[in-house]
């Protein structure tokens, strides 16, 4: 009996002792900032240094550079690497039918002193990861989705805060808030694993930022989906561009920027206004060479909200995960997501998880993504078509050879995408001021979106009989045959006509919150007698216009929230090992 309970001593000591060797692996972290990220990288170092980490934080690419090396000779098995690289990107995807990985190691972040390229970076995070150490790197730049590109099959841990050719927002997210709200050891998990703090991470981009679709937490997966969501996101919106409150009108210096934004037109110095010499031709070719290649990334979109073995695979794993996949896009650990599931309906853009309840709930997911994304190209289609009749009515009203005065055959260059840390915060601001704009227009002419974005749809029948009537979707969907078979997936029926009928009516709503009074002196076009009928029509157009936006901008918040969901699930489904982001500790 003695020599048993010996034994158990022994046993349990020699355990602890393992434990204890474990734990006394190093754990290291190296925040490299931008003094424009504020208080994040602090409160990031604080985190850190309650779980145990000693953190070395410089604003010098330099220091940083030879902090990396030095760990890549030092670090071993059983030790940890934390590296958060809190400055401005750069863009060195200006092709957007260019997806090769090699053009990801061109991207640079800058800091206070000097920059460093990802071709610099990944081979000393491929030596580390080499060595057996647990590396994990979040790049919180702009076009911070190419780190995560370039570390695609990777045996280290890289995340990003928005996708390639992205523009980001500086100190947000902050990584130590969901890191927080992890126990430790953690992991940068998803919404299925026992560590959830990727996930986290990404409800506080996405639920702050809805709008800003190109903005989610990107990890190395190494699955088609994640890659492709890289491209995606910022291609969607570029369906909300052609307006944009006149910001690409302005930057891309349109003639008609001085006619459906005479105010802020006559706001200007003269020398800025004499940059507005580009045809609507001009404009539009600029925005298609966007716009153009998305098609591909939608295409593929198409193909996995149509691919039905595919969807219920990643249906199944979301109907098994569901409470968890929706706490954390509410970055709320503590919301009952059952009792009280429309806690978040007003920030989630009237996105409820009642109605998307289990596998079938994962159907109408992706069938509405189909159907909004829908809106969103019918409604870019609109725009384009209201900016050639504008540029007709506008010729009509002062005469083509007025026109022809102004318009000159060279186009000016443009000033978007800009390099300028400076143009970003001041497109961050203007942003910001668009999206309480439009929620201001809806308060005064008391329009409730989402009601109105599926009206068309809402007194349709909806042929989903295992659905409860007051948890359905208020969209027509295609019936789904029993999940274990090889159904179809839900998709929007009638979608384009759905569409179409969706933006008329947007447009009917909207347009008073929208009227345009065209000066007859600002504009900087010489005229003799205006007729009152021209440009009461010139301003008619101008109305339905600017009156889609609000819809396409809350089609994309929309889509934002389920588009997370979705590619979530089909990530885990297509991912055969897992990510490194969920087996390195952290």
Same mark, same amino acid.
């Given at each position: 009996?003695?020599?048993? *309970?010996?034994?158990?001593?022994?046993?349990g000591f020699f355990t602890l002792l393992a434990v204890q060797v474990d734990a006394a692996g190093l754990k290291k972290a190296l925040i490299i900032y931008h003094n424009d990220w504020g208080g994040t990288p602090a409160a990031l170092k604080t985190e850190l240094q309650s779980r145990g980490y000693t953190v070395s934080m410089t604003d010098s690419a330099t220091s940083g550079l030879n902090a990396l090396t030095s760990?890549?000779?030092?670090?071993?098995?059983?030790d940890r690497l934390v590296v958060y690289l809190a400055g401005h990107g750069s863009n060195p995807r200006w092709n957007r039918s260019d997806t090769s990985k090699g053009t990801a190691a061109s991207h640079f972040i800058e800091f206070n002193?000097?920059?460093?390229?990802?071709?610099?970076?990944?081979?000393?995070?491929?030596?580390?990861?080499?060595?057996?150490?647990?590396?994990?790197? *979040?790049?919180?730049?702009?076009?911070?989705?190419?780190?995560?590109?370039?570390?695609?099959?990777?045996?280290?841990?890289?995340?990003?805060?928005?996708?390639?050719y992205s523009p980001s927002l500086t100190g947000f997210p902050a990584p130590s808030d969901a890191i927080g709200k992890d126990s430790t050891p953690a992991a940068f998990g998803m919404w299925w694993a026992s560590h959830k703090s990727a996930s986290w991470l990404n409800g506080q981009i996405v639920l702050a930022l809805p709008e800003r679709i190109n903005q989610r937490l990107f990890r190395n997966d190494n699955t088609d989906i994640t890659n492709l969501s890289l491209f995606l996101r910022p291609s969607i919106g570029l369906l909300t561009g052609l307006d944009l409150g006149g910001w690409n009108l302005h930057y891309q210096y349109c003639y008609l920027y001085r006619l459906i934004?005479?105010?802020?037109?006559?706001?200007?110095?003269?020398?800025?206004?004499?940059?507005?010499?580009?045809?609507v031709d001009t404009y539009l070719s600029s925005m298609h060479g966007y716009s153009d290649p998305a098609e591909a990334f939608f295409t593929r979109l198409d193909s996995y909200l149509n691919n039905a073995m595919l969807l219920n695979s990643a249906a199944a794993i979301y109907a098994a995960n569901s409470s968890n996949a929706w706490k954390t896009l509410a970055n709320d650990p503590n919301w009952n997501v059952t009792g009280e599931p429309g806690k978040y309906a007003a920030q989630m853009k009237g996105v409820t998880p009642d109605a998307y309840v289990g596998a079938s709930g994962f159907m109408k997911m992706a069938g509405e993504i189909d159907f909004l994304m829908t809106v969103l190209k019918t409604g870019y289609a609109e725009q384009e078509d209201l900016l050639r009749q504008i540029d007709a009515a506008a010729k009509d009203l002062y005469g083509p050879v007025n026109i022809a005065s102004i318009v000159k055959l060279t186009p000016v260059q443009r000033a978007w995408p800009?390099?300028?840390v400076e143009q970003l915060k001041?497109?961050?601001?203007?942003?910001?001021?668009?999206?309480?704009?439009?929620?201001? *227009?809806?308060?005064?002419?008391? *329009?409730?979106?989402?009601n109105l974005l599926m009206k068309p749809t809402a007194t349709r029948p909806v042929t989903q009989p295992s659905v409860a009537p007051s948890r359905r979707p208020v969209m027509r969907l295609t019936p789904v045959r029993n999940l274990s078979q090889a159904a179809r997936p839900a998709v929007a029926a009638g979608g384009k006509s759905d569409a179409k009928q969706t933006i008329e009516l947007n447009i009917q709503k909207y347009e008073p919150g929208f009227r345009t009074v065209v000066p007859v002196d600002k504009v900087g076009i010489s005229h003799g007698l205006i007729d009152a009928m021209k440009k009461q029509k010139l301003e008619a157009l101008i109305g339905k216009f600017k009156a889609i936006s609000?819809?396409?901008?809350y089609a994309k918040g929309r889509i934002s929230f389920l588009l997370s969901i979705v590619e979530d699930s089909i990530s885990k489904a297509q991912g055969s090992s897992g990510c490194a982001c969920e087996q390195k500790a952290f």
């Open positions: 009996m003695k020599r048993s *309970i010996l034994a158990v001593l022994l046993a760990f890549s000779n030092l670090l071993a098995s059983g002193t000097g920059t460093l390229y990802v071709s610099q970076l990944a081979p000393l995070f491929e030596k580390i990861a080499g060595n057996g150490a647990s590396l994990t790197v *979040i790049d919180g730049s702009c076009n911070g989705g190419e780190s995560v590109l370039y570390g695609m099959g990777k045996s280290y841990c890289v995340m990003a805060t928005t996708g390639v934004y005479p105010e802020d037109y006559a706001a200007l110095d003269a020398a800025e206004k004499a940059k507005f010499t580009n045809s800009p390099e300028s001041k497109f961050n601001n203007f942003e910001h001021s668009l999206i309480n704009r439009f929620e201001l *227009i809806d308060r005064n002419l008391k *329009i409730d979106r989402r609000p819809m396409l901008y």
